[in-house]
Nanobody, 115 residues
Framework: QVQLVESGGGLVQAGGSLGLSCAAS????????MAWYRQAPGKQRELVAR???????DYLDSVKGRFTISRDIAMRTVYLKMNSLKSEDTAIYYC?????????WGQGTQVTVSS
């Protein structure tokens, strides 16, 4: 059984920064990718950033240059550093991992950006 536990998030003023982290635990032999998604009220869940097993990354266009995804392989943890936050970044952020063909999700953490 794999579990993803998120931390971070909260309330920040526009232009500020926040960091999220997500630790994977359980029976894990290899991680194909880890990612961050977000879902704002009334909107579909969207991919924000992902990092592949080989270290490659990609980002949602609207966060490029502001958000950075990184990982600690030994700690099985993925991070999302968010700078220059905007009100439209307000959402619940979910950690996602693909591990040996299985899809796993964290419980979500709220990020609120006040303007």
């Amino acid at each position: 059984q794999v579990q993803l536990v998120e931390s971070g998030g909260g309330l920040v003023q526009a232009g500020g920064s926040l960091g999220l982290s997500c630790a994977a635990s359980g029976t894990i032999f290899s991680i194909t990718l880890m990612a961050w998604y977000r879902q704002a009220p009334g909107k579909q869940r969207e991919l924000v950033a992902r990092i592949f097993g080989g270290g490659g990354t990609d980002y949602l266009d609207s966060v490029k240059g502001r958000f950075t995804i990184s990982r600690d392989i030994a700690m099985r943890t993925v991070y999302l550093k968010m700078n220059s936050l905007k009100s439209e970044d307000t959402a619940i952020y979910y950690c996602h991992a693909v591990i040996r063909g299985g899809n796993y999700w964290g419980q979500g953490t709220q990020v609120t950006v006040s303007s």
